[in-house]
Structures are given as structure tokens and as C-alpha cells.
């Protein structure tokens, strides 16, 4: 089983930036598929953004497609979402979670889920 630690969530005017990270302990990043999701009160937890095992490939929600960023850090086992041009409707609580395997779109597809980090963005 992994541990996931989300951080760097915030408030932040539209047009802002922000830089999430899931750290990973008890097993290497870089051997699973990493998604990050979001979730906003009242809806379903829906895909934002997901990177291969060692990063080779990345897959994007078609709403933050050329504003937000996914990679790993194997160097220190984490996985970030650099988030650019950020707008109001992102506003939502943000995870990341892990499998083995390849990246899913489906949060029933993933194993291990950490806490959350809420992301706000005024208008």
C-alpha cells in the first residue's frame, strides 16, 4: 500500500497559478500510474489529469488541456499538477490517487487516495 500526501493548494485570483504535489511513501512513484482528480460539493470526483509509470505518458481532462502540467519528481517521489491560468470553475478539493497499472479515467480504477487539498479561485 502507498501513502499520498497532496499540498500546495490555496486560494488564488483567476488568471493565478498554483503548484499541487502528491508525495508517495512506502512505494516508488515511478512504478504506478498517478491521477489527479478534483471534487466539488454536490458532484462526482471527476479526472483532471493522470501520468504513466516513470512519466513516459500524460492524459489530460480536455478543460485544463494547455494550462495544466503533470510530471514526476522520482528524485523525490512525488508527482505535481503545475496549474496555470487558473480560473473560477476550477475551484474544487483536488486528489491524487495510484494504481498499478495504466493511467484510468475512473476513480473506482485507483487504490490508494490521499486527503485532499482544496484549490480556490476567485473571479
Known amino acids: 500500500q502507498v501513502q499520498l500526501t497532496e499540498s500546495g493548494g490555496g486560494f488564488v485570483q483567476a488568471g493565478g497559478s498554483l503548484r499541487l504535489s502528491c508525495a508517495a511513501s512506502?512505494?516508488?512513484?515511478?512504478?504506478?500510474?498517478v491521477g489527479w482528480f478534483r471534487q466539488v460539493p454536490g458532484e462526482e470526483r471527476e479526472f483532471v489529469a493522470g501520468?504513466?509509470?516513470?512519466?513516459?505518458?500524460?492524459y489530460y481532462n480536455d478543460s485544463v488541456k494547455g494550462r495544466f502540467t503533470i510530471s514526476t519528481d522520482l528524485a523525490e517521489n512525488t508527482v505535481s499538477l503545475q496549474m496555470n491560468n487558473l480560473k473560477p470553475e476550477d475551484t474544487a478539493v483536488y486528489y491524487c490517487a495510484s494504481r498499478a497499472g495504466f493511467v484510468r479515467t475512473s476513480t473506482s480504477a485507483y487504490e490508494d487516495w490521499g486527503q485532499g487539498t482544496q484549490v480556490t479561485v476567485s473571479s
Open positions: 512506502g512505494r516508488t512513484i515511478g512504478g504506478l500510474a
Open positions: 501520468i504513466s509509470m516513470n512519466g513516459l505518458m500524460t
